[in-house]
């Protein structure tokens, strides 16, 4: 079985600042892992995945994420926020097995202050 | 390919009533995932199907629950007698064969039981 842990509930930052939103996953197989992000009202969008190769992951938008086998981390970054990164972002992880489902974390609200 | 459509998007009952949510993937999605996710957490899994096939069911799914996806087209989520606790967002997402590209997720469908 797999779980996710997102350490922080809410991150406040001021714009333009560096961000880092925390991620810890376990498991005791493979996993893919994924960052979504949910604006209000909306249903999730995909932010970016970690499938294999390279562990530094990045999104068009500027985010990125870093997986750390070691630490089974994947926590997700981005040198500087604007006021429309405001959002949920849910960390995720879908083991290989034949369901590929996908196994959330608790959430991190971003909230990005003028 | 209009992505993933839920209907309704809310929906207010009364408890012991029952509600069917509707969910239409995308068209070449052969999987169909229905979460549901609760205020301040993240999406928890319900079930989901391959083509018309249901092959797994979460605990969460009590006896009052049941999905179908007929003709492995559309799918629909039936609460029979609902009480407040099934008060949450349901969220219906769809995936081709595998899980490398995660999942595309439609906007909800918000339930109020009061």
């Known amino acids: 079985a797999q779980s996710v842990t997102q350490l922080d509930s809410q991150v406040p930052v001021f714009e333009e600042a560096p961000v880092e939103l925390r991620c810890n996953y376990s498991?005791?197989?493979?996993?893919?892992l994924f960052w979504y992000v949910q604006y209000p009202n909306q249903g999730l969008q995909l932010l970016l995945k970690y499938l294999s190769g390279s562990t530094l992951v990045e999104s068009i938008n500027g985010f990125e994420a870093e997986f750390n086998k070691s630490q089974t981390s994947f926590h997700l970054r981005k040198p500087s926020v604007h006021i429309s990164d405001t959002a949920e972002y849910f960390c995720?992880?879908?083991?290989?097995?034949?369901?590929?489902?996908?196994?959330f974390g608790s959430g991190t609200r971003l909230l990005v202050r003028p | 390919d209009t992505g993933v459509s839920q209907d309704p998007r809310h929906k207010i009952t009364k408890r012991g009533q029952n509600v069917t949510f509707r969910c239409d993937p995308i068209?070449?999605?052969?999987?169909l995932y229905w979460y549901r996710q609760t205020l301040g957490q993240g999406p928890e899994f319900l079930t989901y199907f391959q083509n018309e096939a249901q092959l797994e069911k979460s605990r969460l799914l009590s006896d009052r629950f049941s999905a179908e996806r007929p003709k492995g087209s559309f799918s629909t989520l039936e609460i029979q007698r609902t009480e407040q606790g099934d008060s949450a967002m349901y969220l219906c997402?769809?995936?081709?064969?595998?899980?490398?590209?995660?999942?595309?997720f439609g906007s909800g469908t918000r339930l109020t039981v009061v």
């Open positions: 997402a769809s995936s081709s064969g595998t899980g490398v590209n995660g999942y595309t």
């Open positions: 498991s005791s197989v493979s996993v893919y």
């Open positions: 068209s070449e999605h052969n999987r």
């Open positions: 995720a992880v879908s083991s290989m097995d034949s369901s590929y489902k996908l196994i």
